[in-house]
């Protein structure tokens, strides 16, 4: 295991983590988050994927006074077939969850990597999902995390209907011109480990463009892990990597980058309990 200094990972936030999913790559979530939060690390996102999951998430980590829940369905074929009754089941875990800890709807939206017309998807049924999860978004006033891959002009197509609806397109994938149309839609972009690769060309430049407040950072633990971790599982403290690599290609100072990072995820998810912990 990596070793952290206070000034390594002191007000660092990762916006898209999955935290139950780090003890079945060999990873204690309990003793990481710890380990972590002893040393100043400002606060954690954790992600839902599945209609269900979110009650046993609480009842796992919000001992920790510093992580804030989302609840979504990723479009796994199996949500996709199932989603409307999937979409009922979420909505009352999202009645049901302590509203100082519910942060966003998702992870949710479009994945044409995996669910290829091609090769049969529900492509229909796809963006209904979506959109079940947007329209949650609306009613109970939330913003939303959106997983878009191989799909940037049909996500961005579905998001211009539900203007009052904010979020961010995390793990952006795309280059300049389509953080452009997201941005345009007044969407946040948040960058994960995937910066740090050989072959992120256009997605540095993306990097470049957003403006100062519109930019998050992420893990996406325990997928994606930045250089020089990469092919082994992804863990909050690797967000380190991104910040670094982010505020030398943005030209700042990380402590810059930081600050940045805490007040757009402050601004974003209306998370003002976590202020004090960031700060100290």
Request: aromatic letters at 8%; charged letters at 25%; one cysteine or more.
């Amino acid at each position: 295991m990596r070793q952290d200094t206070m000034s390594d990972i002191a007000g660092l936030i990762d916006t898209h983590a999955h935290l139950s999913m780090l003890l079945s790559r060999g990873i204690s979530p309990e003793k990481r988050l710890e380990e972590l939060f002893s040393g100043g690390f400002g606060g954690i996102i954790d992600i839902g994927t599945e209609a269900h999951d979110l009650a046993d998430r609480v009842d796992a980590f919000s001992r920790f006074d510093r992580i804030r829940f989302a609840a979504g369905i990723w479009p796994y074929p199996e949500a996709i077939a199932g989603r409307r009754e999937l979409a009922a089941v979420l909505e009352q875990q999202i009645r049901k969850a302590p509203p100082q800890l519910l942060a966003a709807v998702g992870e949710c939206g479009l994945d044409r990597h995996w669910n290829k017309a091609e090769a049969g998807a529900d492509i229909a049924g796809e963006g209904e999902l979506l959109e079940a999860q947007l329209d949650l978004a609306k009613q109970y006033r939330l913003p939303v995390i959106i997983h878009s891959r191989d799909a940037a002009e049909e996500t961005a197509e579905i998001l211009s209907q539900y203007p009052e609806v904010r979020g961010v397109i995390h793990c952006f994938s795309y280059g300049a011109p389509q953080a452009k149309t997201f941005l345009d839609l007044g969407y946040y972009l948040s960058f994960a480990g995937t910066l740090t690769y050989k072959n992120a060309g256009p997605l540095r430049e993306a990097l470049r463009f957003v403006p100062d407040d519109r930019l998050l950072l992420e893990t996406d633990s325990p997928f994606l892990a930045p250089i020089p971790y990469r092919g082994s599982p992804a863990e909050p403290g690797m967000v380190g990597e991104t910040y670094r690599l982010a505020a030398a290609l943005r030209g700042i100072s990380q402590e810059k980058l930081k600050a940045l990072a805490a007040k757009n995820t402050l601004d974003l998810f209306g998370l003002e309990s976590l202020q004090s912990n960031i700060d100290s």
